[in-house]
């Protein structure tokens, strides 16, 4: 069945320094999201992405923030300046339709000391 | 402000029960919703979805029933199994035009 892939599952990083978080939606899916997930709490929405250009993007994905598909099989999330407060699980999904049924990667688990 | 939230924080059952997890919406205009399933270090897996066209949808084990007089929206586990025990989100959306939008989630516990 296919899936979507993340990695790292598990990157610790300094406050201040750049992460990038990398997916591998399933292959004929066209549209692509990421959420997060802060210890305990919520999936919340952060971005999504069509036709090599953001979607919709929610108030937490500030300036700090960008995403990328590099070529025909990646979709990277970039946080610029890592704080704190980013600690969380971050969600790859992907979609065949626009909001429809997503599938979610295993997440990437962010710790920022 | 939050437009997806739950009643319960925490369910716990007994092995074979029934299980039932609400989810309240506020959003009228919402006209898709899921039910996803995480466990723990793990993604939210798919369920179940209903549309807003539709009051009840059955899937194996799983009956998600919605009431959109009252915007609220549950998910039903029949014969309730160890493996079950996770955390159950809803999620809602304007089909095609909005993002998922999650509520805070109900861990589920099974009790053997």
């Known amino acids: 069945e296919p899936e979507v892939t993340q990695t790292p599952s598990h990157q610790v990083t300094q406050m201040g320094q750049e992460v990038i978080l990398r997916c591998v939606p399933i292959?004929?899916?066209?549209?692509f999201y990421w959420y997060r997930q802060i210890l305990g709490q919520k999936v919340e929405f952060l971005v999504s992405?069509?036709?090599?250009?953001?979607?919709?993007k929610s108030e937490i994905f500030d300036d700090q923030f960008s995403v990328e598909r590099p070529d025909g099989s990646n979709f990277t999330l970039k946080i610029r300046s890592t704080k704190l407060e980013d600690s969380a699980m971050y969600f790859c999904?992907?979609?065949?339709?626009?909001?429809?049924?997503?599938?979610f990667g295993e997440g990437s688990r962010l710790t920022v000391l | 402000g939050e437009s997806v939230g739950l009643h319960l924080p925490t369910l716990s059952v007994q092995e074979g029960d029934n299980s039932i997890i609400n989810c309240a919406y506020s959003?009228?205009?919402?006209?898709?919703f899921i039910w996803y399933k995480q466990e723990s270090g793990k993604g939210p897996q798919f369920i179940i979805d209903?549309?807003?066209?539709?009051d009840k949808r059955q899937g194996q084990r799983v009956t998600v029933l919605l009431n959109k007089t009252v915007k609220h929206l549950s998910l039903q586990i029949a014969a309730t199994q160890p493996g079950d025990s996770a955390v159950y989100f809803c999620?809602?959306?304007?089909?095609?035009?909005?993002?998922?939008?999650f509520g805070k989630g109900t861990r589920l516990s099974v009790i053997a």
């Open positions: 999904a992907s979609s065949e339709a626009y909001t429809g049924e997503l599938f």
């Open positions: 292959s004929n899916h066209l549209y």
């Open positions: 992405f069509y036709n090599n250009e953001i979607s919709e």
């Open positions: 959003n009228s205009a919402s006209d898709y």
């Open positions: 209903i549309r807003s066209n539709m």
């Open positions: 999620a809602e959306n304007i089909a095609g035009n909005t993002p998922l939008v």
